[in-house]
């Protein structure tokens, strides 16, 4: 049925004006989904129009005419009356809503809360727009002059409700939500949609006191938001300390984790997006604060089991509190270093015989396996990947291998590069290759003496280029973009000049080759075949011969004709032989593989031993050192290499390389191969060019303090004592460590030098 309303009154009486009001407003706010006929509806709107604007308030004084002021103060009284009726009515009508919700509890308040709640807004929507005349006029009047409480007439259904209904029964509406919220906690399905209807009520109801406009979430979080966060806080201390009691560490992780992703869900379902933060962070302290002891006392185990998942549920919990994760970053560096160290001694052996190789894969296990971790366990964390970065500097530069200094994994690693950059039957593919060099570099950045591997693998290099032993140019090139990118281009300067004059030394090969066969003509096929790199002075890592030696006449004769080509082509550049560099096939054609002779690949002091014997199948000790003039340490070597190759064979039987011994030219030997490789490094050999190369490094560190200093006083002038140490450490580090003392002692060599003075108050100058 629709709204049935008296007869429309007289516009001029204000009482059956209010009463017809009355019952369209009573209607409206009771019988509204009946409906409303427009005629009813302009009734309603014709008499708010008419209660305002009724001559009755308007006073005529004597003589006839309105007063304009009179006429407004009489509006402004009925306007005052219609409102103030309007008022009296929603009061009236929230105290018997009130009186009915006392008739229920829980989940049927809730219900009966948001029923009248959702009547009662529609119908003042409806009401608001009757009173639109109202709202123009009077309303919009008094607040422009500053009137307090005084509201459109929509927002004053909301004032009353919270001051008549609400303040009365939201304690009670707040625990029956609290209730719901709890049994959904325990697992029990409740009905989401009458919490988010009560949400929307209680945020509704926050009014901006100063601007009845704007709206606030003041209600909302007073009534709503801190007893709910209470609720959850008492909850989940009581369900995590019973939970903890009763299973282990890692299944409260997984507890808690469920929970807090329960929570987030909650938010979006049902609650407020305000309460989010405030929410999370209470169920953060409850969870993980209040058991964060717990948990970092587990991270231990965790570590030593290799437990990814349960590492990384730890890390998503500690990570959201504050100095969550602090304590984990300190134990996970040292249990990475512990690791390192095991490793390493599993593989370290004593003496020298390590095999870089292994080494190097020990080192790289380690860090693989804990940069994996750190990524999928720990979110890729900047601090996790400092302590793995710390503790593999720490395993990689002082562990059983290294012994007492930290220059040894510099030189292995130096020489580990060398074996995959090196032709070998093993020698890997282009992908796998540049996988490895990759590799490399990893443990590359964590060495701390960068110039022992730099002067290794120069040193290296050179044997590569030299005896054209690469496995691959772009393998080689990649390598020194690589340390370029990581050192600069100080730090390959001179590895890429090496390359520039091997390039170079085949174009001047290639043009000799014509001039010599100019010069021969049909002579050329009886003469040597040799090639010859030019090497610079400045840039290659290599010394001239330890020894004397005197090549055979052959190798003369081929020699001076390349020397009189180049003197001839660079005046005043000087040529010194590296002889302990240069290597050749000699073919035996005194003893075949069938038809074919045998051809031993030798160094060119081999050469000059063997070339002894086109005279004499026996040559005695005496005669060979005489003949090569070659020292005892080079020449013994060399022989001892030909005897247990079985090319010669010593007399007496088993007599050692020395006076009074004979060798035998073996007419008899035998081997599986045509080509025969004899030039084979000594170990003893290598050991002494190791302990060269140290002693160049510590040569080289010597000057580039010395440099350093000097470069930083050119630019400072004058600086403290100690002031100039560190900063002398700052630049080196990217190069080396060096002790303090050792740049103390540079700094007094630059004074005895005059490059620096001493001034008061340890202060230091810079000589020009």
Aim: contains cysteine; proline residues 3%.
């Amino acid at each position: 049925m629709p709204i049935t309303m008296p007869p429309q009154p007289n516009k001029d009486d204000l009482v059956a004006t209010w009463s017809f009001l009355q019952a369209g407003v009573e209607g409206i706010m009771r019988s509204l989904r009946e409906g409303v006929d427009m005629v009813t509806y302009m009734a309603i709107y014709t008499a708010v129009h008419n209660f305002c604007t009724s001559q009755k308030a308007v006073q005529t004084p004597p003589g006839g005419g309105i007063i304009g002021a009179s006429a407004h103060r009489g509006a402004h009284l009925l306007g005052e009356d219609l409102y103030q009726n309007l008022k009296s009515y929603l009061k009236q009508h929230l105290a018997e809503i009130h009186e009915k919700s006392k008739a229920h509890v829980d989940e049927a308040l809730l219900t009966f809360y948001i029923k009248e709640w959702d009547r009662y807004t529609t119908a003042a929507k409806y009401t608001n727009h009757l009173f639109r005349y109202l709202n123009r006029h009077w309303v919009k009047r008094e607040i422009d002059e500053g009137k307090k409480n005084v509201y459109d007439v929509y927002t004053l259904h909301l004032v009353e409700w919270r001051v008549e209904l609400f303040d009365k029964v939201n304690e009670n509406v707040m625990a029956a939500v609290l209730k719901m919220v709890e049994k959904q906690r325990n697992g029990e399905t409740i009905e989401q949609a009458q919490i988010k209807s009560i949400v929307d009520s209680f945020v509704s109801l926050g009014l901006d006191e100063t601007d009845s406009t704007k709206s606030t979430l003041d209600v909302y979080r007073y009534h709503f938001e801190r007893p709910f966060l209470e609720a959850t806080k008492q909850y989940y201390a009581k369900e995590s300390k019973q939970f903890v009691a009763e299973n282990s560490v890692v299944e409260y992780m997984k507890k808690a984790d469920t929970r807090l992703e329960e929570e987030k869900g909650r938010v979006a379902l049902y609650l407020h997006q305000d309460i989010m933060t405030p929410l999370m962070k209470t169920c953060l302290h409850v969870l993980v604060t209040e058991h964060s002891t717990l948990l970092r006392d587990e991270f231990q185990a965790l570590l030593d089991a290799d437990r990814k998942d349960d590492l990384a549920r730890m890390y998503r919990l500690l990570a959201r509190i504050i100095d969550g994760l602090e304590p984990l970053k300190t134990k996970f560096e040292a249990h990475v270093r512990k690791s390192g160290l095991a490793n390493v001694e599993k593989v370290a052996t004593d003496g020298d015989s390590l095999e870089p190789k292994v080494y190097v894969d020990a080192l790289l296990e380690v860090h693989t396996q804990y940069a994996q971790l750190v990524e999928e366990a720990f979110n890729g964390e900047s601090e996790f990947v400092r302590s793995l970065d710390n503790a593999c500097k720490e395993f990689v530069n002082r562990n059983k291998a290294c012994k007492t200094g930290s220059s040894k994994s510099p030189e292995i690693l130096a020489k580990y590069t060398d074996t995959l950059l090196k032709k070998s039957a093993k020698s890997a593919e282009e992908a796998d290759l540049e996988a490895s060099l990759t590799q490399i570099m990893t443990v590359f950045k964590y060495i701390e003496d960068k110039d022992v591997f730099q002067k290794f693998y120069s040193r290296l290099l050179a044997k590569r280029l030299v005896h054209t032993s690469s496995a691959s140019e772009d393998a080689e090139t990649s390598m020194i973009s690589k340390l370029k990118e990581a050192c600069g281009y100080e730090y390959t300067n001179k590895l890429q000049r090496m390359f520039q004059d091997i390039q170079t030394s085949k174009d001047l090969n290639s043009q000799y080759k014509d001039h010599e066969a100019a010069l021969l003509g049909d002579d050329l096929k009886n003469a040597v075949d040799s090639t010859y790199n030019i090497l610079g002075t400045s840039f290659w890592p290599l010394a001239a011969p330890t020894t004397h030696f005197a090549p055979p006449d052959t190798i003369n004769q081929t020699v001076k004709r390349f020397k009189d080509y180049y003197d001839a082509k660079h005046s005043g550049r000087k040529l010194t032989w590296l002889w302990q560099l240069s290597k050749g096939e000699v073919r035996a054609n005194y003893v075949k593989m069938g038809k074919t002779p045998y051809t031993f690949m030798v160094s060119t002091y081999q050469m000059g031993i063997l070339m002894l014997f086109n005279e004499n199948d026996t040559v005695s000790y005496d005669q060979m050192k005489e003949a090569t003039k070659l020292s005892d340490e080079f020449l013994n070597p060399s022989i001892a290499i030909f005897v247990k190759a079985k090319v010669l064979t010593p007399i007496p039987e088993n007599a050692q390389p020395e006076s009074g011994t004979s060798y035998n030219l073996n007419l008899g030997f035998k081997h599986k191969k045509v080509k025969i490789n004899l030039n084979i490094a000594v170990k003893s050999e290598q050991k002494q060019e190791a302990e060269d190369t140290h002693k160049t490094i510590e040569d080289d560190r010597k000057l580039l303090m010395q440099s350093a200093i000097v470069r930083i006083m050119k630019s400072r002038k004058k600086m403290k004592h100690v002031l100039l140490v560190q900063e002398t450490l700052t630049q080196l580090t990217s190069r080396f460590n060096p002790k303090p003392s050792d740049i103390k002692k540079s700094i007094d060599q630059l004074i005895e030098k005059e490059y620096l003075e001493r001034l008061e108050d340890e202060d230091l100058g810079y000589l020009a």
